[in-house]
């Protein structure tokens, strides 16, 4: 029984460069979050998605950051033109719909820019 | 040792003894708490939650304490091994259907033998 599955678990990119990062959520799973870890802090939430709606991207910044939640394959957290500051580990939690609160964390995309 | 009252960044001790992590959470709306056990590299993992309606749930070596008056909440490790050093975060939810974890600062409990 698969987990949460992220990748790439490490990712350089240079200044301006983009980055894509995959989560597949766990089978049965249809509701996808985002969450941004700088270092020494704890998580932030970036985006809620259900499959093909972005449904809350109130943590997202305004520019440069998009998600998707195919109706098939991974959800995609692109970062378009990245910057030293966008440096942190980016986590994907899955839950199995949107009554329940229990999420399951994938092991994360560490993103350095360089 | 044991470490009660506000919250720490860091907590010491020694294996065998038992462990306390403390919260303050911010929401008086919230509706839900969860402990996560996060170790280095890895993303965090779910030790144990708990409802507002409830002040106490315990799991294998591990209870959860909830105060709604002062909006705390602890993590209690019986029995510290040295594989509970870790952070540990707090995570509180308003219960509303599809709404985020908010995190709290974590706190890196690291057991020596």
């Known amino acids: 029984n698969a987990g949460v599955m992220q990748n790439p678990r490490h990712l350089v990119r240079r200044r301006g460069q983009e980055a894509r990062l995959r989560c597949s959520p766990m089978k049965g799973h249809s509701h996808v979050y985002w969450y941004r870890q700088l270092p020494e802090e704890g998580l932030k939430f970036m985006v809620y998605l259900q499959k093909e709606n972005i449904i809350d991207e109130s943590g997202m910044p305004k520019e440069r950051f998009s998600a998707e939640f195919p109706k098939e394959g991974p959800s995609i957290l692109r970062i378009q033109q990245v910057v030293r500051g966008d440096s942190a580990a980016y986590f994907c939690a899955s839950a199995r719909g949107a009554q329940t609160y229990e999420q399951y964390f994938g092991p994360g995309t560490r993103l350095t820019v360089t | 040792g044991e470490s009660v009252g506000l919250h720490l960044p860091t907590l010491s001790v020694q294996e065998g003894d038992n462990s306390i992590i403390n919260c303050a959470y911010s929401n008086s709306a919230s509706d839900y708490f969860i402990w996560y056990k996060q170790e280095s590299g890895k993303g965090p993992q779910f030790i144990i939650d708990?409802?507002?309606?409830?002040d106490k749930r315990q799991g294998q070596r591990v209870t959860v304490l909830l105060n709604k008056t002062v909006k705390h909440l602890s993590l209690q490790i019986a029995a510290t091994q040295p594989g509970d050093s870790a952070v540990y975060f707090c995570a509180e939810n308003t219960g509303q259907a599809g709404t985020a974890l908010i995190f709290g600062k974590g706190t890196t409990l690291s057991v020596s033998s």
């Open positions: 708990i409802r507002s309606n409830m």
